[in-house]
């Protein structure tokens, strides 16, 4: 990778945690606003420098939200979490009209967050947000288990190595979907050296399972969605049901209660919509912005 296309890591303290995010500055003198990434459940902002990349003359900031990547924090018991950390950084490095791109649980942070800092967004582009039917989050603020730890919780933590990790997922889905150049991402920054030798996920299996496990708990995601005044894309996967992890988990009904919501149907993708085809992912996104 060109020194120029690299990012600059950067962090910011936030609810007494370490926030960390990646910085491509763009041209010099650009002051359009910038694209701001929030990433799914169990990856991290450097899984999206394919596409950061593709706005070279714009300054481009992805997050690792709490307890993924380089960021601090443990598992969670509420979703509003995350968008309390989102809307402290915003508030922090004073983000003005920006361009939000989420996906997955991201997706849903950056509407919530979009609600509660409305001068933080001009436009909002989601990837198979999770945001299901009204009844899914009435069942109660309990995980999508009851009491039973999602399976994440089980997955293999330890690697000799990113190269190892590779060997281990490139064949398996959804990894085997992705873009190489996001699969090689996920590897090499997903994982974190242990002083003792080796290296370990970065987004441990409790930090993930917890995340899947309070999918209920922000019930006011639909409030939010309502208040909203910029323009909002939602892309939307083939719709397969819960039970398949590359279904879309996003209402259809949900484009329809935002002001200026746009729905974009593609079930020639799955759930991972970004990481299987970067390119056509910004190509959504600059012509969400020039619609």
Known sequence: MPEAAKPVTRSVRVNDIALTYYEWRGAPGNQEPPVLIAHATGFHGRCYGAIAERFADRRVIALDLRGHGRSEGGPVSHWRTFVDD???????????????????????????????RP?????????????????????GSAGSLGDAPHPAIRRKRDFASPQAMM???????????????????????????????????ACTPEMEASVYGSSRSNAGI?????SLEIPVTIVRAKQTGLADFKGSPTWP???????????????????????EDPEDAVRIIVEAQSA
């Open 167 to 201: 060997e281990r997922f490139r064949t398996r889905e959804p990894y085997s979907l992705f873009a190489p150049r996001v699969f090689e991402d996920y590897c090499n920054f997903g994982l974190i050296e242990r002083a003792d030798g080796g290296f370990v996920l």
């Open 253 to 275: 009904g949900l484009a329809g209660t935002i002001r200026n919501g746009t729905d974009l149907y593609r079930p020639d993708m799955t759930h991972f919509h970004p990481f």
């Open 222 to 226: 639909f409030e939010a969605a309502k």
């Open 119 to 139: 001068e933080a967004f001009s436009l909002l582009v989601l990837f198979d947000p999770v945001i299901l039917p009204a009844e899914y989050y009435s069942q």
């Open 86 to 116: 989102v809307t402290a950084f915003l508030d922090q490095l004073r983000i003005r009209r920006a361009i939000g791109v989420g996906h997955s649980m991201g997706a849903h942070v950056l509407l919530q967050a979009a609600a509660d």
